[in-house]
């Protein structure tokens, strides 16, 4: 059982920075892959970044390329979510996930994921 816990959210202007993280407890090994989604309000969730405990590949949506920095801290079991130059359409619910073996080509699908935290509220305003 793995669990995930995140923090960080609030609210922001236009142009600002966030720092989520995602805690993981549990056994969390090398070839888990760690995601990060989000749910605007009346849409549904969609991929933001991912990136595997055993660092190297990392995985963006083309909408926040650029923007945003995905890191993750072994020794903390711990994944970040740096959030730079924020938009209001970056407003959203943002959960962090996690499955074992995850294959690369899969990394942008929710269904796949196993696990997830309850969220993180960010809202940019304009």
């Known amino acids: 059982q793995v669990q995930l816990v995140e923090s960080g959210g609030g609210l922001v202007q236009a142009g600002g920075s966030l720092r989520l993280s995602c805690a993981a407890s549990?056994?969390?090994?090398?070839?888990?892959?760690m995601g990060w989604f989000r749910q605007a309000p009346g849409k549904e969730r969609e991929f933001v970044a991912a990136?595997?405990?055993?660092?190297?590949?990392?995985y963006y949506a083309d909408s926040v390329k650029g923007r945003f920095t995905i890191s993750r801290d072994n020794a903390k079991n711990t994944v970040y979510l740096q959030m730079n130059s924020l938009k209001p359409e970056d407003t959203a619910v943002y959960y962090c996930a996690t499955r074992y073996l995850l294959p690369s080509g899969l990394v942008h699908k929710e269904g796949e994921y196993a696990y997830w935290g309850q969220g993180t509220q960010v809202t940019v305003s304009s």
């Open positions: 990136i595997r405990w055993s660092g190297g590949s990392l």
């Open positions: 549990g056994r969390i090994f090398s070839s888990y892959h």
